[in-house]
């Protein structure tokens, strides 16, 4: 699988927009990126994931840069629940199925 | 549909004894994993099945973990002769099959925490 590197912590003010930045810089063409989170003492909850395109759901949107090296997740409206470890993964659509989480970034929004 | 769901959500237990864990997953879904999440550490993958077939278990940690999912509904984990360093929550997750990467959007369950003492 492509390592992902995520910043360890991060902090955001309710109700502005959280800017979430992943690094997968050996991302390979058929690799998705997928987003997760996990809210203490929850699984995980998936977000979203893309290929290529920009990508938006009611919980947040996936920018991908054109050469797919990076991406960020971007909530538009942190709120106090939106306070979790947000993962950052990279697979194939096919083949084995082992989801590798790293460490995550701690995301903490504050009033 | 209720999502994943898992038994007991806590278990404590002394070392030497048997546990199991049991995941009933949503209904439609084919595939069914667990993983295991330590302290401060994201999920570690142990173990799937599609349908009632297991089809990765070198992950398991050791050979007294023990998965099985007769009949491609619910799955249980058993962990014989625990010992302390297997407290830790033990999450399942459900899933569909097919490409488009959508087999990879796993539906976690909330876990069962096992404390072994």
């Known amino acids: 699988d492509a390592k992902t590197t995520q910043p360890t912590s991060m902090d955001c003010a309710e109700g502005r927009a959280a800017n979430l930045p992943c690094n997968h810089s050996t991302i390979s063409g058929n690799e998705y990126v997928y987003w997760y989170r996990q809210i203490h003492s929850q699984g995980p909850q998936y977000i979203i994931h893309g290929l290529k395109n920009n990508e938006t759901n009611e919980m947040a949107s996936l920018i991908i840069t054109e050469d797919r090296k990076s991406s960020t997740l971007i909530l538009p409206h942190a709120t106090l629940r939106d306070t979790a470890v947000y993962y950052c993964?990279?697979?194939?659509?096919?083949?084995?199925?082992?989801?590798?989480f790293g460490a995550g970034t701690t995301v903490t929004v504050r009033a | 549909d209720t999502g994943v769901s898992q038994n007991p959500r806590h278990k404590i237990t002394k070392r030497g004894q048997n546990v199991t864990f049991r995941c009933d997953p949503i209904?439609?879904?084919?595939?069914l994993y667990w993983y295991r999440q330590t302290l401060g550490q994201g999920p570690e993958f142990l173990t799937y099945?599609?349908?009632?077939?297991?089809?990765?278990k070198s992950r398991l940690l050791s050979d007294r973990f023990s998965a099985e999912r007769p009949k491609g509904s619910f799955s249980t984990l058993e962990i014989q002769r625990t010992e302390q360093g297997d407290s830790a929550m033990y999450l399942c997750?459900?899933?569909?099959?097919?490409?488009?990467?959508?087999?990879?959007?796993?539906?976690f369950g909330a876990g069962s925490r096992l404390t072994v003492l």
């Open positions: 209904s439609e879904h084919n595939r």
């Open positions: 993964i990279v697979r194939p659509p096919l083949g084995d199925y082992k989801l590798s």
């Open positions: 099945f599609q349908n009632e077939a297991q089809l990765e």
């Open positions: 997750a459900s899933s569909l099959s097919g490409g488009g990467g959508g087999a990879n959007v796993l539906t």
